[in-house]
């Protein structure tokens, strides 16, 4: 096992994760190469390309342990795809609609004023921003 696999299976455990083969084949696309947005489609078609034989259901179910276990941070707005985000840091988005992708914008690049009272019982986990961007022909 190699050095970048051993940090990998470290990772996974300190998650609370086993190590197996396939979590180990999906968490080197995934870490390989910096911070970056993943679908569960675009993570499939990445293994496939790399000759990992792993299903879509075994994809979708990767990325959602890797989520619970706090090693993803899921982004999902309606009618379209869930995103899975390798940077977990409190950070918003734009989505650029012609390409379907994401790209981070900074915290410090937004100013967010006050939010409305909370249900009883409640406290705000983290606060999610996505800003729609489409071309205007110019």
Do not use: C, W
């Amino acid at each position: 096992m190699n050095a970048s696999h051993r940090n990998l299976s470290e990772r996974l455990r300190i998650a609370g994760l086993r190590p197996t083969r396939q979590r180990l084949a999906l968490a080197a696309i995934l870490f390989g190469s910096g911070d970056r947005h993943v679908s569960a489609e675009s993570l499939h078609q990445e293994a496939l390309a790399a000759r990992i034989g792993v299903s879509l259901a075994t994809v979708y179910n990767t990325l959602n342990q890797f989520k619970s276990a706090g090693l993803l941070r899921e982004v999902a707005f309606e009618g379209q795809t869930t995103f899975f985000d390798t940077n977990t840091s409190n950070h918003f988005h734009y989505f650029l609609e012609e390409t379907g992708s994401l790209v981070d914008i900074g915290t410090t690049d937004i100013e967010l004023k006050g939010l409305p009272p909370l249900p009883p019982a409640t406290e705000i986990d983290r606060v999610d921003i996505i800003v729609r961007l489409r071309r205007t022909g110019k």
